[in-house]
């Protein structure tokens, strides 16, 4: 079993940064790789970005390339999401999940956590 919680999350305007944290315990073989997504209301939960725990790689969608940047560190069992450059359309509820491929598909990851705002205003 894997708990996950987020934290970061808040109102900004657009044009400035944020940088969402997920703390990660009893992390197992099964979680070797955690994975950042959103869903805005009325729309479905898409893939933002994900990391390999082992050896840091990564896997962006090409719209997130740029703006967006996941990272980890071991030692604190913690994922991070730095997003620049905010846009009133990243306005969305942010999770992280852990999974075992670096994918984009929702269906690959079995743990997630509870979710955080982000609100960018114009």
């Known amino acids: 079993q894997v708990q996950l919680v987020e934290s970061g999350g808040g109102s900004v305007q657009a044009g400035n940064s944020l940088r969402l944290s997920c703390a990660a315990s009893?992390?197992?073989?099964?979680?070797?790789?955690m994975g950042w997504f959103r869903q805005a209301p009325g729309k479905e939960r898409e893939f933002v970005a994900a990391?390999?725990?082992?050896?840091?790689?990564?896997y962006y969608p090409d719209s997130r390339k740029g703006r967006f940047t996941i990272s980890r560190d071991n030692a604190k069992n913690t994922v991070y999401l730095e997003m620049n450059s905010l846009k009133p359309e990243d306005t969305a509820v942010y999770y992280c999940?852990?999974?075992?491929?670096?994918?984009?598909?929702?269906?690959?990851?079995?743990?997630w956590g509870q979710g955080t705002q982000v609100t960018v205003s114009s």
């Open positions: 990391i390999r725990w082992n050896t840091g790689g990564t």
């Open positions: 999940a852990a999974g075992r491929a670096l994918v984009s598909s929702t269906t690959s990851y079995g743990f």
């Open positions: 009893g992390r197992t073989l099964s979680s070797d790789v």
